[in-house]
């Protein structure tokens, strides 16, 4: 009950400051609040300034990060833009690695790597291409290297092959299920 006065109170004096007499606000407060009626407010029906923005800007930060981390070239742009030192060391290392490749016309980035700060420059570590293997199935090969702050390459490393097995049709799997049984 005494929360309900002060509010009727302090509705009047914002009513007077902002010019109107005191009649004008008598006809307020003859609506009961109990049933729902409330004086009406001095914003309504409209926002102000950048406050009907900000549902906008958040949807479209939240895309930008859901395309950033699906689409390369985004995150591509976005490295080459905020950090460029370490964009060119990770360009150095894939140039590497294409360069160093027996099959480079059968090539396709799987994973572009991470890039470490060191102290004499950066670390790319999981650089992963995929290339035509023997029996013509993709080979997964992961690469690193250590590059210097000038951009110099200063040790290239080939770590690992995968081979990936060429998709298998109903019949295959069939006879793989009845190896596995016997």
Same mark, same amino acid.
């Given at each position: 009950?005494?929360?309900?006065?002060?509010?009727?109170?302090?509705?009047?004096? !914002?009513?007077?400051?902002?010019? =109107? @007499?005191? #009649?004008?606000?008598?006809?307020?407060?003859?609506?009961?609040?109990?049933?729902?009626?409330?004086?009406? !407010?001095?914003?309504?029906?409209? /926002?102000?300034?950048?406050?009907?923005?900000?549902?906008?800007?958040?949807?479209?930060?939240?895309?930008?990060?859901?395309? =950033? !981390?699906?689409?390369?070239?985004?995150?591509?742009?976005?490295?080459?833009?905020?950090?460029? #030192?370490?964009?060119?060391?990770?360009?150095?290392?894939? =140039?590497?690695?294409?360069?160093?490749?027996?099959?480079?016309?059968?090539?396709?980035?799987?994973?572009?790597?991470?890039?470490?700060?060191?102290?004499?420059?950066?670390?790319?570590?999981?650089?992963?291409?995929?290339?035509?293997? &023997?029996?013509?199935?993709?080979?997964?090969?992961?690469?690193?290297?250590?590059?210097?702050?000038?951009?110099?390459? @200063? !040790?290239?490393? /080939?770590?690992?092959?995968?081979?990936?097995?060429?998709?298998?049709?109903?019949? @295959?799997?069939?006879?793989?299920? &009845?190896?596995?049984?016997?």
């Amino acid at each position: 009950m005494v929360n309900r006065h002060k509010d009727q109170i302090s509705r009047r004096q !914002s009513v007077l400051k902002r010019g =109107k @007499t005191h #009649d004008e606000d008598e006809q307020f407060s003859n609506i009961d609040d109990e049933q729902g009626y409330d004086l009406p !407010s001095r914003h309504s029906g409209r /926002r102000r300034g950048f406050g009907r923005f900000i549902p906008v800007f958040v949807m479209a930060m939240i895309a930008f990060m859901i395309a =950033k !981390s699906e689409v390369p070239a985004i995150d591509d742009w976005w490295e080459r833009a905020i950090s460029p #030192d370490k964009w060119v060391a990770r360009q150095t290392c894939q =140039k590497t690695a294409l360069e160093r490749s027996e099959k480079r016309d059968y090539m396709r980035l799987i994973r572009p790597g991470k890039v470490n700060k060191t102290n004499d420059g950066y670390y790319v570590e999981r650089l992963v291409y995929g290339e035509m293997g &023997e029996s013509g199935a993709e080979e997964s090969i992961e690469y690193s290297c250590y590059i210097d702050t000038k951009g110099n390459l @200063t !040790s290239f490393n /080939r770590l690992g092959q995968r081979t990936a097995l060429p998709p298998q049709n109903q019949h @295959t799997k069939q006879t793989v299920r &009845e190896k596995l049984i016997k």
